[in-house]
T-cell receptor, first 114, second 114 residues
C-alpha cells in the first residue's frame, strides 16, 4: 500500500529561523513521484516541487531546499531564513506513473512568528 | 493564479440532499481530478477524468459521480449527502504526458452538510 507520513503536525518558529519539514513515504512502485504543496488559508494548493524516484539529487530554489533519500524513503523540505509569508500548511504527496492519483500526507502547519 | 476555477466557493446543504460542484480547467489541460479534504486532513483522491471518461477512482462510494465535458470542464455530483461529506472539495487539472505531472489546483468548494 502507498502511504505518506508527515509526523510533525504543527511547527512554530520565529522569523529568520531555518525549519525542516519531514516526509516519509511507503510504496512498492519502482517508478514514483514525490511532491510538496503549500496550502495558504485561501485553500488553493500551490505546487512547490516534483521529484521522480530516479533522481536523488538535492534541489535548492531560493530559500527552499529538498533532501530526497531513497535509502530512508524520505523527502524532507527545508526553509532557510523563514518569513511570516511562509506560514501555511505544507503537504507532501506521492504519485505513481500509472495514474494521476496523488497520496497526500496529513500536512504540517507551519507558523512563522515575527 | 493557476487558472483553475471552481464554483461555488461555499455552500450549505442538509443531509440527504444532492450537490453539484463545478470546475473549469486550466487552458490546455485535458485531465481533471477531484479531491476531498476534510478539516485538518490531507486531500483524498476521489476520481480523475480524461477525455470525458473516468480514469481512476479512489475509495469513495458510487454516490460520488462526475462528468467531464468536451471543453475539459468538469462536475462533481454527490447524492444523498451525509454529515461526513462536509469538506473542502478541490479540483485539479493537468496534461497527461504518460506520467504523473504537475497538478494545478483550484481554491476549492467548501461544502457544509447540516
Amino acid at each position: 500500500a502507498q502511504k505518506v507520513t508527515q509526523a510533525q503536525t504543527e511547527i512554530s518558529v520565529v522569523e529568520k529561523e531555518d525549519v525542516t519539514l519531514d516526509c516519509v513515504y511507503e510504496t512498492r512502485d519502482t517508478t514514483y513521484y514525490l511532491f510538496w504543496y503549500k496550502q495558504p488559508p485561501s485553500g488553493e494548493l500551490v505546487f512547490l516541487i516534483r521529484r521522480n524516484s530516479f533522481d536523488e539529487q538535492n534541489e535548492i530554489s531560493g530559500r527552499y531546499s529538498w533532501n530526497f533519500q531513497k535509502s530512508t524513503s524520505s523527502f524532507n523540505f527545508t526553509i532557510t531564513a523563514s518569513q511570516v509569508v511562509d506560514s501555511a500548511v505544507y503537504f507532501c504527496a506521492l504519485g505513481s506513473s500509472n495514474t494521476g492519483k496523488l497520496i497526500f500526507g496529513q500536512g504540517t502547519t507551519l507558523q512563522v512568528k515575527p | 493564479e493557476t487558472g483553475v476555477t471552481q464554483s461555488p466557493t461555499h455552500l450549505i446543504k442538509t443531509r440527504g440532499q444532492q450537490v453539484t460542484l463545478r470546475c473549469s480547467s486550466q487552458s490546455g489541460h485535458n485531465t481533471v481530478s477531484w479531491y476531498q479534504q476534510a478539516l485538518g486532513q490531507g486531500p483524498q483522491f476521489i476520481f480523475q477524468y480524461y477525455r470525458e471518461e473516468e480514469n481512476g477512482r479512489g475509495n469513495f462510494p458510487p454516490r460520488f459521480s462526475g462528468l467531464q465535458f468536451p471543453n475539459y470542464s468538469s462536475e462533481l455530483n454527490v447524492n444523498a449527502l451525509e454529515l461526513d461529506d462536509s469538506a473542502l472539495y478541490l479540483c485539479a487539472s493537468s496534461f497527461i504526458q504518460g506520467h504523473t505531472g504537475e497538478l494545478f489546483f483550484g481554491e476549492g468548494s467548501r461544502l457544509t452538510v447540516l
